[in-house]
Nanobody, 121 residues
């Protein structure tokens, strides 16, 4: 079993910054893709961005140029979401997600518990 734990959410003012972290633990061979999603009240969960184990990133148009996803290059079990120039519409519960490969080559998908980000003056 794989467990994902997020940290770093909280309250920020418009134009401010927050950094989220996600740590993976458990038994697996590697994490192929790490991602961040968010879900605002009354809305569906949406993809914020992804980073592969090779370091390739992809972002939703709404966060391009403001958010950056990075990962721990040494252990490849921790990744981050740096959020700059935050806007009230970024308010949501943020979830980390991982596409994990076992030592037998089987892929499974896991979610963290979510962390609240609120952008308000």
């Amino acid at each position: 079993q794989v467990r994902l734990v997020e940290s770093g959410g909280g309250l920020a003012q418009p134009g401010g910054s927050l950094r989220l972290s996600c740590a993976a633990s458990g038994s697996f061979f590697t994490i192929n893709t790490m991602a961040w999603y968010r879900q605002a009240p009354g809305k569906e969960r949406e993809l914020v961005g992804t980073i592969t184990r090779y370091g390739n990133t992809n972002y939703a148009d709404s966060v391009k140029g403001r958010f950056t996803i990075s990962r721990d290059n040494v252990q490849n079990t921790r990744w981050y979401l740096q959020m700059n120039n935050l806007k009230p519409e970024d308010t949501a519960v943020y979830y980390c997600n991982a596409d994990v490969q076992s030592r037998y080559g089987r892929s499974s998908n896991y979610w963290g518990q979510g962390t609240q980000v609120t952008v308000s003056s």
